[in-house]
């Protein structure tokens, strides 16, 4: 099932997605200048998680030959090795 498949069939079985926001810190960690802050940057932070994480999904994938090889390069990779 592709993303745009997944998305048609959640809205047609009435599921709603949304993000939040968690945060976990030790008692009396955030004061007010800290939760304010949350508050007003909430939208960023939520974004920039989003792209960390993606990033390291993509971290983990191979986009093609590293810099220092060519395409005739016969060096082992990991779905190469037995």
Same mark, same amino acid.
């Given at each position: 099932?592709?993303?745009?498949?997944?998305?048609?069939?959640?809205?047609?079985?009435?599921?709603?997605?949304? @993000? *939040? @926001?968690v945060v976990d810190?030790? *008692?009396?960690a955030l004061t007010?200048? @800290?939760?304010?802050a949350l508050v007003?940057?909430?939208? &960023?932070?939520?974004?920039?998680?989003?792209? %960390?994480?993606?990033?390291?999904?993509?971290?983990?994938?191979?986009?093609?030959?590293?810099?220092?090889? &060519?395409? %005739?390069?016969?060096?082992?990779?990991?779905?190469?090795?037995?």
């Open positions: 099932m592709t993303l745009p498949d997944l998305k048609d069939a959640l809205s047609l079985a009435g599921v709603r997605l949304s @993000l *939040r @926001l810190a030790p *008692r009396n007010a200048d @800290l939760r304010a007003e940057h909430k939208a &960023t932070l939520l974004a920039q998680l989003g792209r %960390d994480a993606q990033w390291e999904v993509l971290r983990l994938q191979r986009w093609g030959p590293a810099l220092n090889e &060519t395409e %005739d390069d016969d060096t082992p990779r990991g779905d190469d090795l037995p």
